[in-house]
């Protein structure tokens, strides 16, 4: 039996997982699974040791308060995988974490995998010089990625992304409507505040305020906000509440792919919700802004290395997407932004033309590619082992 230890954080990387683990399993006959898993993996076939929404924290003054938790969650699952000896430990994104972790696994002769390159382009790019010295393979889902760590060797493979592969990126608009049960009198707009209670406490006012603002030149617009979990969506109700609007805004249960594919603009947070935008080609504008402390501190020590924050941009290498990024992530601002775009069908098409092209580079039957990554590193450490 073929046994993987895995660890996944969030929503996003817990469905990449499930992908990857019924990758494997068509690959592989007989195949075990353990480690933090959220449900889709959990669905799949993993043994959860912790669940994946422990270590669900973002930004540096964030991580503080939670840091002795994940520390000891990180001691916990690090003494089940010594004492369980795994062939392979996979990590899947939460890079502070599984970077962490697969250093000290790596130390003790079990191969490491990194599923979803951190964002070392962006900040501190210093770090590709360590993380090939503990990680075996990374797999990265953007084709410049791999280039920087394949400098110091074959330590890297694109593999393209899941959900360039899911989403076909034609039009369902209008079932989408049906589905969600809009009913248009106006332009429809779909709204992500964030897959995290941070990102809703800082931005669910600041989005509220802005449909309002909208509202007062479009007063048939649709509002539509998928909502990860019934905690977050009870978050952004009081959001709308305290701006007035919560009786003419339709919140719903997960559901984000129908929310955006319904809407004819998007105002998201940034994060893996401008991709899914980007791949069901909807025009978006985005916003967002961090803790002050965690600003300062990035701001003060220069660690951030890009001009653009949202994955539209990075993967052109140009703002083709408007972004409203802390003191600018403000309501006058934000309804200005969406305005123009509502406003200008050539700067909606503008984008869309870009979203098909990207979404082509990025469709490479991500789930299957990794999965064959990660069968010839195994296949390598065999034969290492045999000689």
Known sequence: MLRIGI?????????????????????????????????????????????????????????????????????????????????????????DFNLGLAKKLHRSGIPTVHYVSPSVWAWRPGRVREIVQYVD???????????????????????????????????????????????????????LPGSRESEVSRLGDTFAKTIKILRKSYPGMACVAPMVNSKLATQFRFCLDRAGIVENFKLVDGMAREALTAADVVLTASGTACLEAMLVNRPMVVAYRISPITHFIVKALRLLKVGQYSLPNILANEEIVPELMQSNAVPEKIAATLTQLLQNDEARRAQTVRFRALHEELRCNASVQAAQAIGELLAENDRSLRE
């Open 7 to 95: 660890v996944a954080g969030e929503v996003s990387g817990d469905l990449l997982a499930a992908r990857l683990m019924v990758a494997l399993q068509d690959r592989f006959s007989d195949i075990e699974f353990t480690g933090i898993a959220g449900p889709s993996m959990i669905r799949a076939g993993c043994k959860p040791i912790f669940r994946a929404d422990s270590l669900s924290v973002m930004g540096l003054a964030e991580v503080l308060g939670h840091l002795p938790n994940l520390l000891f969650i990180r001691r916990e699952i690090y003494r089940y995988f010594i004492s369980k000896q795994p062939d392979l430990f996979i990590g899947v994104d939460a890079p």
């Open 137 to 191: 393979r990374v797999l990265t889902l953007f084709p410049f990625e791999a280039n920087l760590y394949n400098r110091f060797g074959n330590h890297a493979r694109f593999v393209g992304h899941p959900l360039a592969d899911e989403i076909s990126g034609s039009d369902g608009t209008q079932n989408a409507r049906n589905l969600l049960a809009i009913d248009r009198h106006g332009p429809v707009l779909a709204v």
